[in-house]
């Protein structure tokens, strides 16, 4: 045979890709036909050029988003991405791009303006509007989002866009809003039980409650959650947290939801005081921004074309259940890789730890200070010999619970998803990590760090400051090498492998080189967050090997 | 313009109900777009709702206007004054095809406009000639559907019967799906052999160069056709390609370009073709026939001459079909072996 090379395929039909991309991205009222993300033409083009055998692959689109023939649909991640493109094309005006994602091979445009000389950065890849990615990745993991804004900002009508993508009629979504306001009772919120029930029952579970409707429905919005009296808050508090209502005995299961809870001002300009469980319950937290008077054309061609977003929402981009559940699904399936898992690992160890809190290991830790009832501030200054400046733990009073990293790993998974990766990545996290912690790390006001000039101003823009946080941590990180230099994780690695026919002589060495590793650390003055929780770690495989080995001699193996 | 539709008819009364939604997905569709005439746009409308609508169940009034409204907006918005051809061939085929199965329209009224839009579409690009015909199959044959699906294979094999050769793998896979009522017809068969369909169906994948409805005759060569060109007039290739056998392709490539070719009694095509690095030409592909560069071929124990297979530059054969490429064109012979039963 002769050399046989015919071209392979080349990057020529990856640009004609990324130009159809563009092209779709203008102004239509329909969702984009062509891809939603350049970065994975590649693959989707060489999937096209296989197939060269449907007829009914065009501009014409089915109900459900795919090609117009009853078996091919957009799958979940494209219509999530097709949904966001229309929403910010033609629902809600927020030309901002805030989620910043760079394109490794092509520097950002970046530079330094006014007397502060602030930094302001074009991305160089596909970047995204917090106010309407959060959203709708929420829907997407089934979480908890809290819109906060100042009144008119489009809050609660991205929450409504987000029930009429989930399946419901505009009407339906709008009628089910729970409406905070000082007022509000129990029954307001979850339902009545039946008059007639009330005087013919002879027993409690005899009455029938008239649950209210919307406890049934996947999206579930509470509008301004902040004037609802405290007790409605406790019932609320247990359809959130629990997923189920009750009244008089009587409970009502609900399904898995996304939920909205909007706010005008969410730092206690609410009517009551929002209870900190209730807080706590909610997994991401969503700046509604201003408006930028440049889109005001935008505003005049709404108001003469009487142009209600939620009611011409397109069917393209409606998720049914089952795809709402496939998605879902995907994006549990998505893996978050032990480099990236270490990062997060790494920041929140630091967060956590608190030397002078006890004498014991295990109770060094702010919240040993705050259930003592003492002001960490009180201690602070006995912490000695760390670099306050340098410690990222010192700019938090708290550290980060399960629920929070829990959080954390929904929306990550479901960011990589979106942006149709493979697996998270190190952006995703950085990126994710300022929604999801805004309400839950609160910042110490003493600490050191923030009295410098150019740190100010990270009292009072949370999201910069979580991401800075988190950037020190990265910086610590790889000042240490960690993800070359890391014994524990080699030990802890080492201990998964279980303890099944390990002989006493590999114990003994495993044992002699944790208390090494202690050993090293004496000679440091300094201990900071991510030691403490390598020191736990230690000391549990340092309990797990003493166990093994008073075993392995008690039964003389 | 026709006159308007009564207010108090079902079809009015939907019209009501749908109104902010449709003035809605209008407005938002139009903004920016000067080329969409509303007053155009609802001539098209007014006047295709009425005729799809007819005897349409009330309950499923609402889902066929939505349909409708929808991928007439899609026509409107995707196909312009030079597209005029296509978009009439468009709406004669949803005026035609669809009203002619109104229970499917009405069931899934978006998948079924949408599904004749795109394929009449691809139909005008590929084999604009087939146009009319596939949209005479498919009110002849529709309404022996019972399911968009078997609508839809049925306008898969119906493309493929008139020309579009690139069809074949997925109407082939489709055959034997089709009704016994319906897939004899296609190929010229009359219901007397409903009963051997399965069998039809068989010989038809195996067979490239079947024709079911005639007599088999003596088993021999001949050149079919050609395919391919030079670049600069709209072919693939700048000079006489390689041809290789490729598992079951055929794959002609020079330094610029590769395609696949698709060659079949019912046409002959070529589909772009993305080389990968597990690209691995079979040599039996080549010595599956023997050309001695006078014209003469020997393929499958048959021989033909025929002066245009003078100097053969490549060639590669694939069960009964032969491509050759020679050095003076840069259109490559197709032959096949005909007849034989």
């Known amino acids: ?557 | 313009m026709s006159a308007p539709v009564a207010t108090d008819s079902p079809l009015g009364r939907s019209l009501a109900r749908l109104r902010a939604e449709l003035n809605g997905q209008f407005a938002v569709a139009a903004r920016g777009r000067r080329e969409l005439d509303p007053e155009r746009f609802l001539a098209d409308f007014s006047s295709l709702v009425r005729e799809l609508s007819e005897g349409c169940d009330a309950a499923a009034l609402d889902q066929l206007v939505r349909g409708v409204f929808r991928q007439l907006l899609t026509l409107h918005l995707k196909l312009g004054p030079a597209d005029a051809l296509a978009r009439d061939a468009v709406l004669g085929a949803w005026r035609f095809a669809a009203s002619a199965v109104p229970a499917l329209l009405a069931s899934a009224p978006q998948e079924l406009l949408g599904a004749l839009g795109n394929a009449i579409l691809r139909l005008s690009r590929v084999k604009p000639e087939a146009v009319r015909p596939f949209v005479s199959t498919l009110v002849e044959l529709g309404s022996r559907c019972p399911s968009l699906e078997t609508y839809l294979d049925l306008g898969t094999v119906a493309a493929w019967r008139l020309g579009h050769t690139l069809l074949r793998d997925a109407a082939v896979a489709r055959l034997a799906a089709l009704p016994d009522a319906i897939g004899p017809l296609l190929f010229g068969l009359d219901a007397s052999q409903a009963a051997a369909w399965s069998e039809v169906a068989a010989r038809l994948a195996a067979d490239p160069w079947l024709d079911p409805a005639a007599p088999a005759g003596p088993p021999r060569l001949a050149v079919v056709g050609a395919v391919g060109g030079f670049v600069g007039f709209g072919g693939p290739f700048l000079k006489p390609p390689t041809i290789v056998k490729h598992g079951d392709m055929l794959v002609a490539f020079d330094e610029e370009r590769a395609v696949r070719i698709v060659a079949d009694r019912f046409g002959l095509a070529t589909a772009a073709f993305a080389a990968t690095r597990d690209f691995a030409p079979d040599a039996a592909g080549k010595s599956a026939a023997r050309l001695d560069g006078r014209g003469n071929v020997a393929f499958q124990g048959l021989s033909l001459a025929d002066p245009r297979l003078l100097e053969p530059v490549s060639w590669a054969a694939v069960g009964s079909t032969l491509v050759v490429s020679v050095k003076h064109s840069l259109r490559v012979l197709v032959i096949a072996r005909l007849g034989g039963g």
């Not at chain 1, 530079?111 to 502060?116: A, H, I, P, Q």
């Not at chain 1, 709708?136 to 993991?141: I, S, V």
């Not at chain 1, 898992?341 to 929140?348: K, P, S, V």
């Not at chain 1, 829990?406 to 996290?429: C, H, I, N, P």
């Open chain 1, 1 to 557: 045979l002769p050399s046989f090379s015919p071209p392979l395929y080349d990057a020529e039909n990856r640009l004609q890709k990324v130009e159809r991309m563009a092209e779709g991205t203008s102004r239509l009222g329909k969702v984009s036909q062509s891809p939603t993300n350049p970065q994975a033409a590649t693959t989707d083009k060489k999937k096209a050029a296989l197939d060269v055998a449907s007829l009914y692959e065009g501009p014409f689109t089915s109900a459900s988003g795919g090609d117009a023939s009853s078996a091919a649909k957009a799958p979940p991640s494209e219509k999530l991405r097709q949904a966001y493109l229309w929403i910010v094309n033609n629902a809600i005006i927020s030309p901002f791009y805030d989620i910043e994602y760079n394109n490794p091979a092509k520097a950002p445009f970046r530079t330094r303006l006014g007397d502060s000389k602030s930094s302001v950065v074009f991305p160089s890849a596909h970047s995204y509007s917090s106010f309407v990615l959060l959203p709708l990745l929420t829907f997407a993991t089934r979480r908890k989002c809290l819109l906060v804004g100042g009144p008119g900002r489009g809050k609660t009508a991205s929450a409504i866009l987000m029930g009429v993508i989930a399946g419901y009629p505009a009407k339906e979504v709008k009628r089910a809003i729970q409406k905070g306001q000082p007022q509000m009772t129990i029954a307001d919120l979850l339902g009545n039980p039946m008059p007639s029930d009330l005087v013919s029952a002879q027993r409690m579970e005899d009455v029938r409650i008239g649950w209210r409707r919307w406890l049934s429905m996947r999206v579930k919005i509470i509008d301004e959650y902040n004037r609802i009296p405290t007790r409605t808050q406790s019932a609320l508090l247990t359809v959130m947290a629990d997923n189920y209502a009750e009244i008089l005995d009587q409970t009502f299961e609900c399904p898995e939801s996304a939920w909205y809870l909007t706010a005008n001002d969410d730092a206690g300009g609410g009517t009551y005081q929002v209870i900190e469980a209730l807080k706590d319950r909610i997994d991401v937290v969503v700046k509604a921004l201003h408006f930028n008077n440049r889109f005001l054309d935008e505003l005049v061609d709404r108001i003469e074309n009487r142009i209600s977003p939620e009611s011409c929402v397109p069917p393209e981009i409606v998720f049914s259940e089952a795809e709402w559940d496939r998605m879902y699904a995907e994006i549990l399936a998505v893996p978050v890789p032990p480099a990236i898992r270490r990062r997060l690992e790494f920041f929140a160890s630091h967060l956590e730890f608190f030397e002078t809190a006890s004498t014991q290991v295990e109770y060094k830790t702010k919240d040993s200070v705050k259930l003592s009832g003492l002001e960490l501030r009180s201690l602070s200054s006995k912490e000695s010999g760390k670099d306050r400046m340098k410690d990222v733990g010192n700019q938090t009073v708290n550290g980060l619970s399960v629920r929070a990293l829990l959080t954390s790993l929904y929306f990550v998974k479901a960011m990589a998803y979106f942006r149709q990766q493979d697996e998270v990545g190190l952006e995703d996290l950085r990126q994710i990590l300022p929604f999801v912690l805004h309400d839950k790390l609160v910042q110490n006001p003493d600490a050191p760090y923030f009295e410098a000039a150019a740190h100010e101003v990270y009292r009072v823009d949370k999201i910069c400051w979580i991401r800075n946080l988190f950037d020190l941590s990265c910086a610590e990180y790889d000042r240490l090498d960690r993800d070359r230099e890391d014994p524990v994780k080699r030990l802890l690695e080492e201990l998964e492998q279980g303890l099944d026919a390990v002989p006493e002589v590999a114990v003994r060495k495993r044992l002699a080189e944790i208390e090494r590793i202690v050993k090293e650390w004496e000679g440091q003055r300094k201990l900071y967050g991510h030691m403490f929780d390598d020191l736990l770690a230690l000391k549990y495989m340092h309990q797990r090997y003493t166990n093994y080995l008073s075993w392995l001699e008690a039964s003389g193996t």
